[in-house]
């Protein structure tokens, strides 16, 4: 992170998106031409995907699928 604000200096970095299923989202964006880079199951039902930053306007949109997150009574 250091290195990065050292020749971009400081900004927007990353966007963090909750998502019910991942997996039909990561799916269309591949169809539609777009790169998803770091791809991981994190166990729990917990999945991550992030959208390469040339592809998201220089912003690196991260995706996330947490189960119970948007449930009622998980606020």
Request: aromatic share 6%; proline share 5%; hydrophobic share 35%.
């Amino acid at each position: 992170m250091a290195r990065f604000l050292a020749e971009r200096g400081e900004g927007f970095h990353h966007l963090a998106v909750h998502v019910d299923r991942l997996d039909p989202l990561v799916e269309r964006l591949r169809d539609e031409g777009l790169r998803v880079i770091g791809e991981a199951t994190i166990g729990g039902g917990r999945k991550t995907a992030f959208l390469h930053p040339k592809d998201g306007h220089g912003i690196l949109l991260q995706f996330w699928q947490e189960p119970g997150l948007g449930d009622p009574g998980t606020r």
